[in-house]
């Protein structure tokens, strides 16, 4: 798939349109965090006053969504390509919601549903609104190439990362990351000058970065940031201690350098399981010596220990078996072993037993199968 299809699949097209094609099928459901299921379609409200106005939300590039206000008599529906207000000119978007959905989300968002500043939709999209902006979708990648070459002549310490045509080919959004504050006004005027459209700078983040560029996870799918994942919450390395990680930046950093996102997924649950495992720095006294705490299999809620003479030797046991061994030791009683009573002393587990990088990898060859002889024929007398 080229990069220009690619461009029109950041905006909600399955393909690229066509003018003289019907444009309602450019649009369809994908997996994409800007999509929206519309539940209430054909539903009418009794509560609803009748209005010669109505609110629908217009997708554009990549995570850029707003609300519009359109005339009734236009009757759009989830798909339908419009022409919209902007400042200056028009901009060219798909509507994903029409309809009571609209005000829902609005206040999910939190948004001003009196606002009366809200952008005007112009029209559906004509057959020269789509062939413009065709042509301007078709430019963004080129322009790309060069503003960086622009940016590196200059010696400025930035990344253009992303460029959003307006619909109308009248302006250009330029979304990069730096790490320090930059004077591009120089960059400005030659890029003004190069591309003749009116430049709009604005800096993202790398996390913004990597959710609009996309790609592959070390998990073999795409990117929750690119894919359904809105909103950044911030990952510290407590969250991989909690879920007893390996501390290696390489594994724990995304394509965006930073802490992944996924690692707060399941930091609560372990969180709320933690609390009925005892301190790791409480030892436990038996009979065969003091144990160590060496590792918790939180979910599971299971223990493994290893005493001082023997640490290579982990044993596991239930956190009750741990909580019971502790209340004793407080009392002054010592238990002999730290298995319980029914279960016998021949349960200890090695490392090996434990870690998977150790195993063989011959456990995945498929045993040979034995040829079967073939069966005789048994001979039928035939009768005269």
């Known amino acids: 798939m080229t990069s220009n299809n690619n461009n029109f699949l950041s905006r909600g097209c399955i393909c690229k349109p066509s003018p003289q094609n019907k444009q309602w099928k450019v649009h369809s459901h994908s997996c994409a965090k800007l999509d929206a299921q519309n539940w209430l379609d054909k539903i009418k409200s009794p509560t609803e006053k009748e209005d010669t106005t109505e609110i629908v939300e217009v997708r554009f590039k990549n995570s850029r969504k707003d609300f ?49 500043d809200l952008k005007r939709v112009y029209r559906r999209a004509k057959v020269s609104d789509i062939e413009k902006w065709i042509q301007a979708v078709n430019l963004e990648d080129e322009t790309m190439y060069k503003s960086r070459e622009i940016a590196s002549s200059l010696e400025l310490s930035m990344k253009i990362s992303d460029i959003e045509y307006q619909g109308d080919m009248t302006k250009a959004i330029f979304y990069y990351t730096a790490d320090e504050r930059i004077d591009f006004r120089d960059l400005i005027k030659i890029l003004a000058d190069t591309f003749n459209v009116r430049i709009e700078m604005r800096q993202i983040g790398m996390r913004q970065e990597a959710a609009r560029l996309g790609g592959i996870g070390s998990c073999g799918r795409e990117m929750c940031c690119s894919t359904w994942l809105t909103n950044f919450r911030s990952v510290s390395t407590n969250a991989a201690r909690t879920q007893q990680l390996s501390l290696n930046p390489q594994k724990l950093a995304g394509q965006c350098s930073k802490l992944k996102c996924c690692i707060n997924f399941e930091n609560d649950c372990y969180l709320d399981y933690e609390k009925y495992l005892p301190d790791p720095q409480i030892n436990l006294e038996t009979e065969k010596g003091i144990a160590i705490f060496k590792k918790a299999d939180t979910l599971n809620n299971n223990i493994y220990y290893a005493y001082k003479d023997t640490p290579e030797q982990m044993i596991l046991i239930s956190s009750k078996r741990a909580w019971k061994i502790i209340e004793m030791n407080q009392k002054g009683i010592i238990p002999g072993d730290l298995y319980e009573e029914t279960k016998a002393a021949d349960e200890s587990v090695n490392l090996d037993m434990i870690n998977p990088q150790e195993e063989s990898l011959e456990r995945f060859d498929k045993p040979e199968k034995t040829k079967k002889r073939p069966r005789r024929k048994k001979k039928h007398n035939k009768k005269k």
């Open 68 to 116: 519009f206000k359109a005339p009734t008599e236009l009757n759009l529906v989830k798909g339908d390509i419009v022409a919209i207000e902007a400042s200056p000119g028009h901009d060219i978007g798909i509507v994903t919601l029409n309809g009571i959905t609209v005000k829902l989300q609005m206040k999910n968002k939190k948004f001003d549903n009196q606002n009366n």
